[in-house]
């Protein structure tokens, strides 16, 4: 089975201020026989259920803010949220989608600092 | 409006058995793969099963293999989790979920309903 991890398990950025989540995967999860990275994040506020924010990686979601964006491949990959709001103060679960079991990674949670 | 709506939660003696419901409306049911998500209150997301449009796959976490069942009936919009036998352990949040491929993120997910199993 596919391992995510993600660090760190929390984080405090001034508003305005660039947040960075960083999520491993036990294997890659690079299709090579077309290039796509089977990797998505999502964003879940409190009593709310996520919200998809990214996938293939760096794919943004219709209506998702472009301060939000996606990197990485093969093992290591990345979310950036360039310019905290307040609005953002959430948990963020990074998920690979490559295998069958479909593994989230344990989660982020961003404050204001 | 794009919507997933869950219900048959509730508080169920271990052992018991549950029946989960989740209807969409707003899109093309049969024409997506489905799946159940739980989670623990305060704890992170954990992939329970899916099935594709026909009902020809369908598949489990290891967790609730053998125990759960999941079912669809695109006349009526609705996707199913029959949960037998349940632990403490099956204690969470579900949430049903969709995708349009095999290999796809999961765009749509309902709000959720409460599964409590205790004495």
């Not at chain 1, 950036?80 to 490559?98: N, P």
């Not at chain 1, 989660?107 to 204001?112: E, L, N, P, R, S």
């Not at chain 2, 623990?40 to 099963?49: I, T």
Request: proline share 3%.
């Amino acid at each position: 089975d596919i391992v995510m991890t993600q660090s760190p398990d929390s984080l405090a950025v001034s508003l305005g201020e660039r947040a960075t989540i960083n999520c491993k995967s036990s294997q890659s999860v690079l299709y090579r026989s077309n290039n796509k990275n089977y990797l998505a994040w999502y964003q879940q506020k409190p009593g709310q259920p996520p919200k998809l924010l990214i996938y293939w990686a760096s794919t943004r979601e219709s209506g998702v803010p472009d301060r939000f964006s996606g990197s990485g491949s093969g093992t290591d990959f990345t979310l950036t949220i360039s310019s905290l709001q307040a609005e953002d103060v959430a948990v963020y679960y990074c998920q690979e989608y490559y295998s069958t079991i479909f593994s989230f990674g344990p989660g982020t949670k961003v404050d204001i600092k | 409006e794009v919507q997933l709506v869950e219900s048959g939660g509730g508080l169920i003696q271990p052992g018991g058995s549950l029946r989960l419901s989740c209807v969409a409306s707003g899109f093309t049911f049969s024409g997506y793969w489905m799946h159940w998500v739980r989670q623990v209150p305060g704890k992170g997301l954990v992939w329970v099963s899916r099935i594709n449009s026909d009902e020809s796959i369908t598949t489990y976490a290891d967790s609730v293999k053998g125990r759960f069942t999941i079912s669809r009936d695109n006349a009526k919009n609705t996707l199913y989790l029959q949960m037998n036998s349940l632990r403490a352990e099956d204690t969470a949040v579900y949430y049903c979920t969709r995708a349009y491929m095999t290999d796809d993120a999961f765009d749509i997910w309902g709000q959720g309903t409460m599964v409590t199993v205790s004495s």
